[in-house]
C-alpha cells in the first residue's frame, strides 16, 4: 500500500454518498466520535460527472507559450484529455498529473496526432512561467519531447475559469493560506476524455489510472462514443494548521483499497512461509530426540 503525506497532513477517500475512509489528522489529542460526514470545509467540493455535456469552447484562456487561445481550437480533429489543477498545488495536483502521465506511457496512441492533453488551472493567479514550467516537467517525464504540440497548459481569468469548471461538473472550494494571502484550493481528484466536438466522454476518479481503459476510453471518443458512469470515489484530502485550529489545505494523496489489499494478501504469504520454513528446520531435531 502506498501513502504519500507532509507532516500534520491527513488523506481521506470518499464513495459517494457513503464514508468509506474516515478523516482523521495528526497532533489531535483526543480522537473523537467518528463522523459518517465528511468535513464541513469540503462542502461544495466534487465532481458531478456531466456526461454528454459540451464544454463552453468559445471560452479564451493564455497557453504555456503567453498567446490567447480559444477552447475550440483544440478540437474537431481528435479527442482530448481535461484535467482541472492547479500548478501551486503541494501535492494531490501533482500526483494527479503523475499518474496521468504514467498511464500515457503505456499507452500506443500519441498526443498531437491521436489526442492531446489539455491542463487548466483552477488559479486565476497564476501565469504563463507556470504554466511553461508544468509543461517541461510533464513533457521530460512523459519521455517523448517531439509530442511537445499535444501537450498544453493554460492559466485564465476567474470568469472562465468558473464557466469551465461548472460544465465539467468540478466543485472546489478556495482557502486563504496561513498568512491570509497565499490562496490554497480543496478540491477532488478526476481527469475527463472529452470527445472531438467538446463534450464529455468519461471521467477518471483518483490519481492512479488505469492505461488499458484509458486507451479504451480514447478510442470510444474519438468516435464520439459517451462512456458511462464511474463510482464517484473521491479523494479528499487537506492539512490541519495546530497553530490556527483551522483545516487549510488540500495536500495529500488517495489510499487506495486495491494497495492495501495488496498488503494483506502479500502478508499472509509471507507469514505462511515463514512458518513452514520453521516447521522444516525443526521437524529434524523433534524426531531425533523421539528416536533417542
Known amino acids: 500500500m502506498k501513502a504519500a503525506m507532509f507532516a500534520g497532513a491527513i488523506c481521506a477517500t470518499l ?10 489528522s495528526y497532533g489531535d489529542k483526543e480522537t473523537g466520535p467518528v463522523n459518517d460526514k465528511p468535513p464541513a470545509i469540503l462542502h461544495g467540493v466534487g465532481i458531478a460527472q456531466n456526461l454528454n455535456q ?10 504555456d507559450a503567453g498567446k490567447q ?29 503523475n499518474g496521468l502521465t504514467g498511464a500515457l506511457q503505456m499507452v500506443n496512441f500519441v498526443p498531437g496526432r491521436d489526442f492531446d492533453v489539455i491542463v487548466v488551472s483552477i488559479d486565476p493567479s497564476e501565469g504563463t512561467d507556470l504554466a511553461a514550467a ?37 466543485g472546489y472550494v478556495k482557502i486563504p ?22 463534450k ?35 479523494t479528499y484530502c487537506y492539512h490541519y494548521d495546530p ?10 494523496r488517495v489510499v487506495q483499497l486495491g494497495g492495501f489489499l495488496t498488503l494483506v494478501l502479500l502478508g499472509g504469504f509471507m507469514v505462511i512461509m515463514f512458518r513452514r520454513d520453521y516447521r522444516q528446520a525443526h521437524l529434524p531435531v523433534k524426531e531425533a530426540k523421539v528416536n533417542g
Open 15 to 24: 464513495l459517494t454518498p457513503v464514508l468509506v475512509a474516515q478523516v482523521s
Open 54 to 63: 459540451k464544454l463552453p469552447l468559445d471560452l479564451t484562456f493564455t497557453d
Open 69 to 97: 487561445v480559444e477552447l475550440a481550437s483544440y478540437f474537431g480533429k481528435r479527442p482530448a484529455i481535461l484535467a482541472l489543477v492547479y500548478y501551486q498545488c503541494p501535492m494531490l495536483c501533482s500526483e494527479e498529473l
Open 134 to 170: 508544468k509543461k517541461r516537467s510533464y513533457l521530460h517525464r512523459y519521455g517523448h519531447p517531439e509530442t511537445a504540440a499535444g501537450w498544453h497548459f493554460l492559466t485564465g481569468t476567474q470568469t472562465n475559469i468558473d464557466a469551465l469548471t461548472k460544465a465539467v461538473g468540478f
Open 177 to 198: 493560506g496561513p498568512d491570509g494571502k497565499l490562496t490554497q484550493f480543496a478540491h477532488a481528484s478526476s481527469i475527463q476524455i472529452v470527445t472531438p466536438e467538446g
Open 200 to 234: 464529455l466522454a468519461q471521467y477518471y476518479m483518483g490519481v492512479e489510472y488505469s492505461p488499458k481503459d484509458m486507451l479504451l476510453g480514447l478510442n470510444e471518443a474519438s468516435s464520439n462514443r459517451i462512456g458511462s458512469p464511474v463510482d464517484n470515489i473521491l
Open 243 to 252: 497553530q490556527t485550529n483551522r483545516h487549510s489545505l488540500i495536500v495529500a
